[in-house]
Nanobody
Framework: QLQASGGGLVQAGGSLRLSCVAS????????MGWFRQAPGKEREFVAT????????YYADSVKGRFTISRDNSKNTLYLQMNSLIPGDTAVYYC???????????????WGQGTEVTVSS
């Protein structure tokens, strides 16, 4: 089970840190990813990190602004979001996968989502 938190309302240029806590199986079992879904749009890839944390990949739209990380000892995945823009407004989901992938269909487990709203 994955539990995401940390969303909220922030002004453009601000920062938020999302967390995703795993329970049941160790987080280290999985490659992890963050995705987001804006109203009326499909779920899109944001960032992914391999099971050790040694490799990360980002969508071009967030590269240089967002940082994905993990602390397997705390069973927690993070997404540090800086320089937020209104286009980042969406529900953010964490996912667990047995593959290193930027495709939602490759993810076996999902958190419930946490809403991020960036005002201009």
């Amino acid at each position: 089970q994955l539990q995401a938190s940390g969303g909220g309302l922030v002004q453009a240029g601000g920062s938020l840190r999302l967390s995703c806590v795993a329970s049941g199986r160790p987080l280290s079992t999985y490659n992890m990813g963050w995705f987001r879904q804006a109203p009326g749009k499909e779920r899109e890839f944001v960032a992914t990190i391999n099971w050790t944390g040694s490799r990360t990949y980002y969508a071009d739209s967030v590269k240089g602004r967002f940082t994905i990380s993990r602390d397997n000892s705390k069973n927690t995945l993070y997404l540090q979001m800086n320089s937020l823009i209104p286009g980042d407004t969406a529900v953010y989901y964490c996912g667990a996968s047995y593959q290193s992938s930027n495709t939602p269909s490759s993810y076996a487990y999902w958190g419930q989502g946490t809403e991020v709203t960036v005002s201009s």
